[in-house]
């Protein structure tokens, strides 16, 4: 079973730049969330697809945007990068069927931007 | 809202000592509850769940129960050791639409010292 993977590990960016961060969901998983987990912080909810439509969404503004693939897969897009956006970000994977939900992340993606 | 809150760290114990993390919680409905666990440099991972009032879920002598009367689930552990070193959070999913999404406690670092 393979696990959630993410690219790329980190990612040095200018603000005002735009980013691409991407996520394989494990094995047999249908949906993905995204989570931003600022120095110091618990993460924090950006957003969720499933059958490759968003289908929840935290509060984080539009220029926080997503992707899922037929193949489950899933990519993050930010615009317009801010400092605070400097932050970990990390996918997780659920089977929407199981009884408990539970998410399993990925490493994650360490953002920098300055 | 949906809300945890975590004991404070960092918490440093020596080897085989007890642990004690507090977590409790407030939300609308019967969340699902977790643990996870993060080293360093790594993304989380799952340590242990518990689905409805009473549960105690379970993993690698760490222990916690769903108790919806005080609203808490407080993660134990009987003796730790020094590869428990880690920040370990609590989090509640919960339901948002169709989105099903975790809301975390801002974690607690633990150190254990041989």
């Known amino acids: 079973e393979t696990g959630v993977t993410q690219s790329p590990t980190h990612l040095i960016k200018t603000r005002g730049q735009q980013v691409t961060l991407r996520c394989s969901s494990q094995?047999?998983?249908?949906?993905v969330s995204w989570y931003q987990q600022a120095l110091g912080q618990g993460p924090q909810f950006i957003f969720q697809?499933?059958?490759?439509?968003?289908?929840g969404r935290g509060n984080f503004p539009p220029r926080f945007s997503g992707l899922q693939f037929p193949n489950y897969s899933s990519e993050l897009n930010v615009n317009a990068l801010e400092l605070d956006d400097s932050a970990l970000y990390l996918c997780?994977?659920?089977?929407?069927?199981?009884?408990?939900?539970?998410?399993?992340f990925g490493p994650g993606t360490r953002l920098t931007v300055t | 809202g949906n809300s945890v809150t975590q004991m404070e760290g960092p918490v440093t114990l020596s080897e085989e000592a007890f642990l004690t993390i507090n977590c409790t919680y407030t939300?609308?409905?019967?969340?699902?509850l977790f643990w996870y666990v993060q080293y360093p440099g790594e993304g989380l991972q799952l340590l242990l769940k518990?689905?409805?009032?009473?549960d105690k879920g379970s993993n690698k002598g760490f222990e916690a129960t769903y108790r919806k009367e005080t609203t808490s689930f407080h993660l134990e552990k009987g003796s730790v050791q020094v590869s428990d070193s880690a920040v370990y959070f609590c989090?509640?999913?919960?339901?948002?639409?169709?989105?099903?999404?975790?809301?975390f406690g801002s974690g607690t670092q633990l150190t254990v010292l041989p």
């Open positions: 997780a994977s659920s089977l929407a069927q199981s009884g408990a939900y539970e998410q399993y």
């Open positions: 094995s047999g998983h249908n949906t």
């Open positions: 697809y499933y059958r490759e439509e968003e289908n």
């Open positions: 939300a609308t409905g019967y969340p699902s």
């Open positions: 518990a689905t409805k009032a009473d």
């Open positions: 989090a509640l999913l919960f339901s948002s639409g169709s989105a099903r999404q975790l809301t």
